[in-house]
């Protein structure tokens, strides 16, 4: 079976940083995602607001023409940037997976109760 | 009489100009819910029609970003099979060769995109067993010579039923019937003399490439309405106050005193036409919400995928790139 996602044509990664912020030290980052959009944006921000030392999070579409998505993170001195935006990928993963889980359990109580 | 609400922040209230509480009160430092409780969060199934391809769910206790990102990969993230490309040998019927091209490419294949690899750029139209599909469509419309019958003309019509599927290599041990959903989807109409003889190759491909890769015909969610009754209605300006909603939301009861009483039966169906503003006197009877972590869900399949499949493999997208982005802060954080 092949993987869901399409293959990335332009090669490199999708995720790099904005030059620039190095300079303020490791708790402000602005993360440039290519090819994502709101549907990743907007459940990364919710899943860093989540988090009690993220003092900042949010995310922004530059322009609608070109298939970057911003993502800025703020944390409390101390607790790198990209610590926040990795435990929000896995706390992400985590929630989709039980909602995966449940969804699946409700379809099968479902067909096992009309049969 | 008024219903306990357990907290009014959860809701939000259509008034007559506006509507109010919308924000999710997200932003950083505000934890009305952190991490919520997981038996908090529900998902259950409502209904599953057509064999599968139609399905009613719901969404208890989800921030809206998670139900969002769910619809949004329904539509544009999730691989389908379609008609790429088209080579035209002949084409002698009125439609211009583009806009049959265009026509075929619509064409809904019951392939599983599963069983696909994806096809890499600047190879041959003609692929491999792995990652291309050919269809054959040749049609030549003819007098018809039995006189009698009522149709003047043989395969003046086509349809999908007239795609033959040549199968590469393995193919044909590995699938069943991988041809269009629908035999009755009228492609073009000939006359005698015309045909039509092209080769169709068909590939995996997402909706966000183009409309025609996506699984869903559509899938939508609303919130779950709410009507809350503030103060008794009887006889007359009740059937006025039941007419104002769906059917089936509101209805009349007899009370005590051989009087008619509106009660809220359902608020589910409601269509949240806020057409109880068009009465002055009903205006302040009634007050219109909707919860905010309730998602009412509606995803139709086009047919190649039942959609009671096709929500799992959404999320499995998102497990995907949630992936992706984690080997890369890990391979980036090593350098």
């Known amino acids: 079976m092949s993987s869901l996602l399409p293959p990335d044509k332009d090669g490199g990664n999708r995720l790099s940083v904005l030059e620039g912020d190095t300079s303020s030290g490791e708790e402000c980052r602005t993360y440039v995602f290519r090819k994502e959009n709101h549907t990743l944006g907007n459940c990364l921000r919710t899943m860093l607001l989540k988090n009690p030392q993220v003092q900042f999070a949010g995310y922004t579409i530059p322009h609608p023409s070109e298939d970057v998505m911003h993502l800025r993170i703020q944390t409390v001195e101390g607790y790198p940037a990209q610590s926040a935006l990795r435990k929000a990928f896995v706390d992400l993963k985590t929630h989709a997976s039980q909602l995966k889980t449940k969804f699946v359990t409700a379809v099968d109580n479902f067909e096992k109760e009309g049969s | 009489m008024t219903e306990f609400s357990f907290s009014s922040k959860n809701k939000l209230t259509l008034k007559e100009f506006e509507i109010v509480n919308t924000s999710n009160y997200d932003f950083s430092g505000h934890f009305a819910d952190p991490h919520k409780q997981e038996n908090e969060l529900k998902v259950e199934i409502v209904k599953i029609e057509d064999d599968g391809m139609f399905l009613e769910f719901d ?79 040749q049609v030549r419309c003819k007098h018809n010579p039995d006189k009698s019958s009522g149709d003047p003309y043989l395969d003046n019509k086509v349809f999908t039923k007239h795609l033959k599927w040549i199968p590469k290599g393995s193919q044909k041990d590995k699938l069943i019937n991988p041809g269009p959903v629908e035999d009755d989807i009228l492609i073009n109409k000939l006359r005698p003399g015309h045909e039509m003889d092209m080769k169709l190759f068909a590939v995996k491909g997402v909706g966000r490439d183009h409309a025609k890769f996506s699984p869903v015909a559509t899938a939508f969610y609303r919130l779950h309405p709410e009507i809350r009754i503030n103060r008794d209605v009887f006889d007359e300006s009740a059937i006025r106050l039941v007419k104002c909603f769906t059917p089936g939301v509101m209805q009349l009861e007899p009370t005590e005193d051989g009087r008619k009483k509106a009660k809220v039966l359902d608020a589910r169906n409601d269509m949240c036409s806020r057409n109880v503003f068009r009465h002055e006197d009903l205006k302040d009877a009634v007050t219109l919400e909707k919860r905010k972590d309730h998602f009412i869900f509606n995803v139709e399949s086009t047919g190649a995928i039942k959609s009671t499949e096709l929500v799992p493999m959404a999320i499995d997208v998102l497990l995907e790139k949630c992936e992706l982005y984690i080997n890369e802060i890990d391979s980036q954080s090593k350098e």
């Open chain 2, 59 to 137: 969404m208890i206790g989800y921030d809206p970003s998670v139900a969002n990102a769910v619809r949004r990969l329904l539509l544009s993230d999730v691989p389908t099979m379609a008609i790429e490309k088209v080579h035209i040998y002949q084409n002698t019927s009125i439609m211009q060769d583009e806009v049959l091209a265009h026509r075929m490419g619509l064409i809904p294949l019951k392939a599983d995109p599963r069983l696909f690899k994806w096809k890499e750029e600047g190879t041959e139209d003609e692929g491999t067993e792995d990652d291309t599909l050919q269809f054959s469509l």
